[in-house]
Each structure stands twice: as structure tokens, then as C-alpha cells.
Nanobody, 126 residues
Framework: VQLQASGGGLVQAGGSLRLSCALS????????MGWFRQAPESEREFVGA????????YYADSIKGRFTVSRDNAKNTAYLQMNNLKPEDTAVYYC????????????????????WGPGTQVTVSS
């Protein structure tokens, strides 16, 4: 199982980016796809996730209303659409998944995920 995130880059505040996360080695199989980020000298934090079976989405309060998680089951790819970006969104963004479905209360926890992509840098200038 491998994850590859792409789509990061440099954008001005107020701009948009869309991150993609391609899963290879198996299909989604109903497992969640999570997005996390880590800024310098900070812990990895939950951004959003999608239950690839039901399509239900979950978001951190800090990005709610600005970011949208989606997936394309046919392409085995998840997306993180980021709008109205702010300088505090600057971080390395990671996508992650696991082998099985998980109860909702655990979907925001990094330790719930077994597979991680290498990360993609997002830099928002003021």
C-alpha cells in the first residue's frame, strides 16, 4: 500500500489549492482517508477525513467552511480542496489511510492510521 500526495505549493493569502492523494496497492475498501498537517515545531494535527464507504466527511474546527475533503473511488484518489488560505495554514500536508473502517470518534487521531504519504508542502504568504 502506497500513498502519494501532490498539489502543494506557494499561494497568496486568500488563494486556493487542491491536494490529491493517490492510493495504490489496493482500493479504498471503505477505509477512511485522512488529511493531517504539521507546521514547523508543531505536532501533527488533524485537518479532515472522509469515510470512503459512506462519503461522510469530518473536519477540524480551524478549517471548517474553507476546506473540503472528497474522493473518487474509480480513481482511488482523495482530494483536499483548500480555499481562502491563510498564512497559518502553512505546513506539510499528509494523507493517510488504514486497512479497515473505524468508528467515527477515532477518525481524527493520527495513531488510527497505518499508512502515510510522504507529505506535500503548502506555503501561504501574507
Amino acid at each position: 500500500v502506497q500513498l502519494q500526495a501532490s498539489g502543494g505549493g506557494l499561494v497568496q493569502a486568500g488563494g486556493s489549492l487542491r491536494l490529491s492523494c493517490a492510493l495504490s496497492g489496493r482500493t479504498f475498501s471503505g477505509a477512511p482517508m485522512g488529511w493531517f498537517r504539521q507546521a514547523p515545531e508543531s505536532e501533527r494535527e488533524f485537518v479532515g477525513a472522509i469515510d470512503t464507504w459512506t462519503g461522510a466527511t469530518y473536519y477540524a474546527d480551524s478549517i471548517k467552511g474553507r476546506f473540503t475533503v472528497s474522493r473518487d473511488n474509480a480513481k482511488n484518489t482523495a482530494y483536499l480542496q483548500m480555499n481562502n488560505l491563510k498564512p497559518e495554514d502553512t505546513a506539510v500536508y499528509y494523507c493517510a489511510t488504514r486497512n479497515r473502517r473505524i468508528i467515527t470518534s477515532y477518525i481524527t487521531r493520527p495513531e488510527s492510521y497505518e499508512y502515510w504519504g510522504p507529505g506535500t508542502q503548502v506555503t501561504v504568504s501574507s
